[in-house]
């Protein structure tokens, strides 16, 4: 759904507020940046239809503070990880060259990883990057209930694209 300029002001200004729009940036150059940023909310799971829409728009700008990244589970399952902070994510691919590694220190910077957020390395016979989400062990075994993958990794790179397009999705293993 195509959003209304309404929901769009409502972004930015949220967006301003939290110092994720430069306060003095003008409004015509900041529009798309608030477009983009209304679109994310539209896709993340903070989009509840039975809250109050500047609630859930509250509540998806407060995660975005100070992150490089964000990770949602959209509604299909799949994970969406949105770039909050281009330049950051810019040196963070700069310095760690391996896309798993990166994965790994996305999650820690963004305040995920230890918060039941988790960078699989060794799951079945993939290199692709993975995100697993609610550890818990049966039998002796550690599984999660929820682990994601990026299925292009031998054709494109997970950072250059969220770097390119603001967002990438990974792919529930579920769903597969």
Known sequence: MTPTGYQIYLMLELAKVHNIIDEDESYDLAWDDATNLYKGFQKSSFDID???EYECIEKYIKTRQNTPV??????????????NDAEEL?????????????????LEVSGYLGNDWYCLWD??????????????????????ENIWWYPNYQVSN???????????????????
């Open 50 to 52: 039975t809250e109050p």
């Open 70 to 83: 964000s990770f949602d589970i959209l509604p299909n399952k799949n994970l969406l990880i949105t770039c």
């Open 90 to 106: 810019k040196e963070l691919i700069e310095k760690y060259s391996d896309e798993r590694e990166l994965l790994q220190e996305l």
């Open 123 to 144: 799951v079945g016979l993939t290199e692709a990057p993975v995100v697993g989400y609610g550890m818990f062990e049966v039998e002796d075994e550690t599984d999660f």
């Open 158 to 176: 997970f950072a250059e694209i969220l770097l390119e397009k603001g967002n990438v999705e990974f792919v529930s293993a579920e769903n597969n």
